[in-house]
């Protein structure tokens, strides 16, 4: 799996150097639309979920009245060969002028229980806690980042992923 740590560092480094910015499709929606500020720090989350631009499908949402002082969400949905993912990301400009940014990402992995997938895939990541008896995992990279692997039937599992992002610079005017 790629570290988050890696993007969320990423975020702050970048986001200042969104002057004219090559955003993709989903962030570039609300970019179009007014949403300015916070766009450079969503983006590179967009990207860490989705390496090719081209291939997801995408749903956005802001205010028409206000779309750089307002939230921007964009929904996201990829097809893998063994699934289906979809991604919820969100930002917004904070009392302080920075941005707040959210990652949702939920797969369903129909052909792997999660016990093998928790001694693969994430076999770094650190127990943090519990969820209506399914364990929240921390990436071992970034405490920003968590994972829920929950059951789906006999052979299946229901991987959700979350990511927060705190105080990053917007963009410069």
Known sequence: ????????????????????PELTRAVKQ???????????????????????????????????????????SS??????AD??????????????GKCSITMTQVIVVADKICATLRTTVFKDWKDYGELNGDKIYEDPTTPNANLILTPIGQT???LLKSVVGFGIEPAKK
């Open 83 to 96: 699934g289906k993912g979809i991604a919820s990301f969100t930002a917004t400009k904070n009392a302080a």
């Open 30 to 72: 609300g970019y179009d639309a007014g949403f300015h500020d916070c766009a450079g720090a969503l983006d590179p989350l967009v990207k860490f979920v989705h390496d090719d631009d081209q291939i997801y499908a995408h749903f956005g949402r802001w205010s028409a009245e206000r779309p750089n002082e307002e939230t921007f």
């Open 1 to 20: 799996m790629k570290s988050l740590g890696l993007v969320l560092a990423l975020c702050a480094v970048t986001s200042n150097a969104y002057a004219a």
């Open 156 to 158: 299946g599992c229901l």
């Open 75 to 80: 929904l996201t949905s990829e097809t893998y």
